[in-house]
């Protein structure tokens, strides 16, 4: 057994009793089932395939602090922390360190039924639903998942009912905060029953400039026709590590988008597992990223046509300076009954130097024979003939890269539905393709 | 206004441009003309300051500076415009987006305050008769899906928003019906006063109807050869380049 394994069956057996104490039978079981599956597995190893662009053992094993439960912090919201998009009008939940903020509301139902919440605090009063859906939406296959199963105490809950529309969108915003380097693992559940809809939007921060590893799981089950919208900005300093994992389950007819933007970060890996448990699915998922000077940035994807006639559709775009690193795989897998798929998947990177480097791969499995799948991937620089253009029109050579760069970070800029975050975070993209602070207006840690 | 010296330049090492002479003055319009190959577009791209061709010798000097010495967009800032034979398309760069920079970098250039939004839409609706190009085009991206004869409508907009003291226009004629081509040459016309200059490059006498030269030099294997008057452009037409090749050939026998 390896030494990362080691620290967290130690982490494991340490604090099981305590654990067990609060939790119902069925999360304990969960954990147990975990840990079994990282002891038996392990992490996995540099040339594995999955992780080959992104080796993330050694920061797994390298002794930052975790907390099982909320570690008492001053933290005045008002002072510190306003919402970044200021026309946007969210439910706002405040993660700090992975648990819930509030601790007056952890658990709020709607008129319409609608709950949101905390996830540790839904766990002890709607067991039953709980245990329907959590983590139902994988089989165990990767310790990163495991790990947060066996550790992970809280997180956003919401549960839509049928037919409820969610219309404000919910805003999470993650923040991280300590005197001390930490390791944070959150868990998000979110339930959508048959013809109802909800938008997320996630928004990750980091406030203190010690190092952070994040290792989150959001898992998101659509019914039949339910519609859900899904909004990832990530925005942390060079010293984070961010590994995401998120697993969308779509029932007949349902429809599903995510976009990921990561503004800043120091290693950032982003999984995305879709699957297709009825007809006529539709899912969408657009991710841009920007990168600078040693930064890594690795999305990878995993779409599961398991049912007949669902579509879906696969835009990812990366712009990297300096040392810069990132990597794309896309892998659509079109089982043997999904005909009538349609599958389009392309990933297109510009690297400014000679030194950035981008891995891009797409994989597609398909076992069906009456099917629509294209999928391209590019990685070039900026077309010269285009930045002379612009130049003999009398625009500098800096601004006529700026702008070059900008439309093509446009393409997925133009896909975010909700206004005023579209404006926000064309805004944002644009002040860090120039090189300027793209921290948010009110936020204290001045990010670099 | 623009004073060329025994210029020279080459693509991969190999000689384009042989030593061209050439002097234009305020208010004239000069007319390149000159079979495939003979360095009309090279001659373009080392006066603009595109970087594939390398200036071997030779001196240009433009209103009094040295024009080689230039990087491209304080060229076009000074007042040097190229309208391109094949404009390029720049999706999701806006034109309105494209041409509010330009010109406001001009008028930095020139010491002037930047135009308001109001202000350039204000311009840009004045010019845009001018061309009769059409609002849906200047609404969308640069070039982008526009037909040959729009992008090149869109080239002229472009010059009659920065008002450039010498246009270099070059086969703009290429690919343009015959409404196309007037609107395109019209354009052109109105935008000439007795302080700017143009440069026409063509293959055919066609574009010198509505454009009427001064001058016109022919160019061939990278050598002004023979310059005249706009009658040596309906000449060229009725008897073919070889015939100045001939006259050249034989000049270089004795």
């Known amino acids: 057994m390896c030494d990362t394994t080691n620290i967290y069956t130690t982490l494991y057996n340490n604090n099981k009793d305590i654990f067990a104490a609060s939790d119902p039978e069925f999360i304990t079981k969960l954990r147990s089932d975990a840990m079994k599956f990282i002891s038996e597995n392990g992490f996995p190893a540099k040339k594995d395939e999955q992780y080959k662009y992104s080796f993330l053992e050694p920061h797994f094993g390298n002794g930052y602090k975790r907390y099982l439960a909320p570690k008492a912090i001053e933290f005045d919201v008002s002072h510190l922390f306003r919402c970044d998009v200021p026309a946007l009008d969210t439910h706002v939940i405040i993660l700090v360190n992975g648990f819930y903020f509030d601790k007056v509301n952890t658990l709020r139902t709607h008129e319409n039924g609608i709950v949101i919440g905390s996830l540790n605090e839904a766990i002890k009063k709607y067991p039953a639903l709980i245990e329907k859906y959590l983590a139902k939406s994988y089989s165990n296959t990767d310790s990163y998942v495991a790990i947060n199963t066996a550790f992970a105490s809280d997180g956003v809950f919401l549960y839509v009912p049928k037919n409820q529309q969610l219309e404000k969108p919910i805003q999470i915003i993650n923040v991280l905060l300590s005197d001390e380097e930490l390791m944070v693992q959150h868990r998000n559940l979110f339930i959508l029953e048959p013809n109802s809809s909800a938008k997320v939007v996630v928004c990750d921060h980091t406030l203190s400039p010690v190092k952070f590893l994040t290792n989150s799981v959001n898992e998101i089950f659509a019914g039949e026709n339910a519609h859900f919208d899904y909004f990832k900005v990530q925005n942390e300093h060079n010293d984070s590590v961010h590994v995401s994992h998120s697993f969308i389950n779509q029932d007949t007819a349902s429809n599903c988008r995510s976009t990921t933007i990561t503004l800043h970060g120091g290693v950032v890996r982003n999984n995305l597992s879709v699957k297709f448990n009825g007809e006529g699915c539709e899912n969408h998922a657009f991710g841009l990223f920007v990168s600078d000077q040693n930064q890594h940035v690795d999305n990878n994807l995993f779409i599961d046509h398991a049912k007949p006639n669902c579509t879906s559709n696969q835009q990812f775009k990366a712009i990297l300076d300096d040392a810069s690193t990132g990597a794309f795989t896309g892998r659509i897998l079109v089982e043997r009954d999904a005909q009538k798929t349609a599958a389009y998947q392309r990933n297109s990177s510009i690297l400014l130097t000679d030194e950035a480097r981008m891995n891009s791969k797409p994989q597609l499995e398909i076992y069906a024979d009456d099917v629509k799948c294209s999928h391209g991937a590019t990685v070039g620089q900026l077309d010269e003939e285009a930045l002379f253009y612009l130049r003999s029109r009398g625009i500098s050579e800096r601004e006529a890269r700026l702008m070059l760069m900008y439309a093509f970070a446009f393409e997925i800029l133009n896909e975010i539905k909700i206004e005023p975050l579209k404006d926000r975070m064309s805004e944002l993209i644009e002040k860090r393709l120039r090189g300027e602070l793209s921290r948010c207006n009110n936020c204290a840690m001045h990010c670099s | ?254």
């Open chain 2, 1 to 254: 206004m623009l004073i060329i010296n025994n210029l020279k330049a080459s693509i991969n090492n190999k000689e384009i441009l042989k030593g061209i002479n050439l002097t234009v003055k305020a208010g004239e319009v000069h007319a390149i003309m000159g079979p495939n190959g003979s360095g009309k577009s090279t001659l373009a791209s080392v006066l603009t300051g595109r970087e594939y061709a390398q200036v071997t010798s030779g001196k240009v000097s433009f209103l009094g500076d040295d024009l080689l010495e230039m990087i491209p967009e304080d060229r076009a800032r000074k007042g040097i415009f190229l309208s391109f034979q094949y404009p390029i398309e720049i999706p999701g760069v806006s034109m309105v987006n494209f041409m509010k920079t330009a010109l406001n970098e001009h008028r930095k250039y020139n010491g002037l305050a930047p135009l308001s939004a109001s202000d350039f839409l204000k311009v840009m609706r004045d010019k845009k008769s001018l061309v009769e190009i059409d609002s849906n085009l200047t609404n969308r991206a640069v070039n982008e899906g526009f037909s040959g004869g729009e992008k090149k409508k869109n080239e002229i907009f472009q010059m009659a928003l920065l008002e450039p003291k010498l246009a270099i226009l070059d086969e703009t004629d290429s690919g343009l019906d015959i409404d196309a081509l007037r609107i395109v040459a019209n354009g052109v016309t109105k935008l000439k006063t007795s302080e700017n200059a143009t440069i026409v490059i063509t293959h055919y006498q066609r574009l010198l109807d509505y454009i009427v030269p001064d001058f016109v030099h022919v160019l061939m294997d990278g050598r002004i050869v023979k310059s005249g008057t706009k009658e040596l452009a309906y000449e060229l037409e009725e008897k073919g380049y070889d015939w100045i090749k001939k006259e050249v050939y034989s000049e270089e026998k004795i």
